[in-house]
């Protein structure tokens, strides 16, 4: 049996669920707010925004994004992918069907990366219809004449993807260990803003810090839009691999099941 | 002698309070048997269960299915089973389609056959209603669905008939029986009720604070009850009776004899023995205890 019947069952049982509707909305909410300030508040906004109209849009989208909105959705998404499991009271059949559990494990791991992945790239494409709505609803606007910046937004999205992987591979092993969806929310919720007060304070080892690292790859490409990972991207690697692993032979040794 | 398709050896469990869930238990479910698998509640029967769909790690002692070891063979053999364990596990926010579509594939089921079982459990008019508004009944027989699914030739079933009303209660059992017979599907079924286990397995084994008390035929439950029942005889003189009937051990009893169990020939020739000699009877009543009250008195001690 393949990993890839495991991955369909998996994002078959996604199907009309909350996590599915996250995303949708976590993607929909910054672009759809900026086309309601662009639209009604063109006379303000427009000006500045003549040259490189695309990178200020889309840095302005990310900068709302990352601190809280971001890890907040990876906290959520990372949450209610299991709790299809718990609340269903289904753990026992999937651990009874004829699947390995790294088949388990990994399959339910890479339906959130799908959800993430899903995410960003709705949220990128709606930023863009945003742009065309504003160069459309107001001659002030200059979108259209500025080419769109393909390769930074690229760099924007994978590297703010990157930073979210420590984030993304903890949560989900504590979204793993428990059955009350309010532990693990709770938990990623005390340890974000920990850590963003820690970033406020310039704390010197911040980069090990896992639910910054969205803060640190904003501030990082503000400065340049490069592909060039910043230290604290390097980390988030680390991490994923490390939680993802813990987590994995967690499941793998626990001596019930379902 | 049919093979055994199950046969768990020693199995003993204790959870971390240090209470033996299970003790030395040998459970033996031959092939194309419907086998009863009866005890009180918290007596052990699920824990059993899990541990023989590895839902629980093996402390002590061997399960063996389809005459394989199965820590080693898990993947193979869970291929061959369909189990229902405790409440319904069904996706709530899905159809009765899209469920068994979440399993099809992990059991390498053919499309054609989602039709199939959902016709099979009478749920093929439920179209795009979710199974959270399904009844108890409709979601314990999509259970039973998925569980199917696959053709397995081993059923593992824990309290099928959990909160089902009665009809539902008549529907499962035939089922069961159908399967068995039909498809000749081997199953183990769990119940704290005696009554229903009585009407549908071949084979019982009672299990009582993680003890099997009893195992073997329905036909050996039976004998093994009769033989636990007695005579029970009322007559006009007792004592005369007792003493007329020495040789088969009486026992007096709250102003009636009771004699150990005894065959029809040997009921009808203590009656003639007693009115020949001029002893009124007035009560002559062999004390089948039937399964209920055998089953009452091996858990009650």
New interface residues.
Partial sequence: ?SFS??L??EL??T???ASFWLSIAGAALIPLIFSLVYVFNAKEVAPGMEIRAWEQHFLRGWQSLSAFLLPMYIILICALIPQ?EF???????V??????TAQIYFSKLLTVHLMILLCYLLFTLLMLASGAIADLSSSKFRFFENPIPWKSMLALNLRTYLSVLGIASLQYWLSLRFKNFVAPVGIGLALLIASLIAFGFKWKYIDALPYAHPMLTLESIMKRQTFTLATHEWWAIGFFVLFTLAGFFDLLWR???? | MSATIIQTSNLSHIFSKGVKTLDNINLQVPQGSIYGFLGPNGAGKTTTL?LI?????VQSGNIQIFGEDFAPNR??I??R?G?L???P??????TAK?NL???R????ASPSRIQEVLQLVDLHNTGSKKAKQFSLGMKQRLSIA?ALLHHPPLLILDEPTNGLDPNGIIEMRELVKRLNREAGVTVLVSSHILAEVEKMATHVGIIHKGSLLFQGSLQDLQSAKNKSGGLQIKTANNSAAAQLLQSFKPQQQNGSLILPFQTDEAIAHINKLLVQSGVDVYLLQPQSADLEQSFLQITAQ
């Fill in positions: 049996m019947i495991a369909q069952s078959l049982k199907r009309r669920t299809i609340k269903n009271n289904t753990w026992k059949q651990f009874a069907s004829p699947q390995s001596k019930e099941k379902g | 899990r769909l590895g839902l629980l790690k993947i193979s869970l291929k089973i189990s364990i405790e409440q596990s069904l996706y709530g926010h899905l899209e579509e979440v399993y594939r992990l059991y390498g998925v």
